[in-house]
């Protein structure tokens, strides 16, 4: 392992379930210390983050279906969960002198800036790490298709799919299945043809068409953030 990171800059994709710490819904505001502190020793090395955070510890589209609601309403909602998240990162960050701007697919001025490609990238050439959140400002898409196309918006090297303690890419759910076998690579058109739920099949194909490399590795483990920012092989690497 290098003492120098192997990225110039990275998206680094978390879930709204790893701000919800062991409560499972809502933010813990332990968890979210826990997590700025491991953004922070990342930002330390020099690397330009840039973060996309989703909203399943608030709200989920699939609640709102079970209730009977438009799929597009029950979407939208959601973006707004993926927005209140994001500031709550950005305070954590902010108190451990981490400069931080948020930017909404959808517009509130008043709180966070809109996005603004250039803009976006002139932060992290700035040394501020950016939150994206809203999504991608329409409904029907995940915010893992939103890590894909910021990714490939801001020319980043690679997303940091964080998942929330499962270190890899399996055969079947670690969690569920003891006979699970760990992938230690695997390319975009693999995740897709074995249905592996890494990230959603739109975006796959859109990494897979831009070269965007991916590393999914568990996000609980002290350091392991740092650990991919200075190129040791944990998790799963998925190129190609």
């Known amino acids: 392992m290098s003492n120098e990171p192997i990225y110039k800059r990275v998206v680094v994709k978390l879930s709204g379930e790893a701000l919800a710490g062991d409560k499972g819904f809502g933010i813990d505001p332990a968890t979210m210390k826990k997590l700025a502190g491991e953004v922070k020793s990342a930002f330390d090395l020099g690397v330009e983050i840039a973060i996309v955070v989703g909203g399943g510890n608030i709200w989920r589209g699939r609640l709102g279906e079970e209730i009977g609601m438009e799929r597009a309403q029950a979407d939208y909602m959601g973006m707004l969960a993926t927005i209140m998240n994001a500031l709550g990162l950005q305070d954590a960050l902010e108190n451990l002198d981490v400069p931080t701007r948020v930017q909404t697919a959808i517009e509130m001025r008043e709180v966070a800036e809109p996005y603004i490609r250039r803009r976006a990238i002139r932060h992290l050439e700035k040394g501020r790490v950016v939150i994206f959140a809203g999504g991608t ?72 068409d831009n070269e965007i490399p991916l590393v999914v590795f568990d996000l609980n483990a002290p350091g392991n953030i740092k650990r991919v920012m200075l190129g040791e092989e944990i998790g799963t690497v998925v190129k190609g």
């Not at 915010?143 to 929330?164: F, G, P, S, W």
């Not at 969690?175 to 975009?188: M, P």
């Open 137 to 208: 400002g329409n409904p029907y898409f995940s915010t893992d298709t939103t890590a894909a196309l910021r990714a490939a918006e801001i020319e980043a090297d690679v997303i940091l799919m964080a998942k929330n303690g499962v270190d890899g890419v399996y055969t079947a759910d670690p969690n569920v299945d003891a006979n699970a076998e760990k992938y230690e690579k695997l390319t975009h058109s693999d995740i897709i043809e074995k249905r592996l739920k890494v990230m959603d099949s739109t975006a796959s194909s859109l990494s897979m």
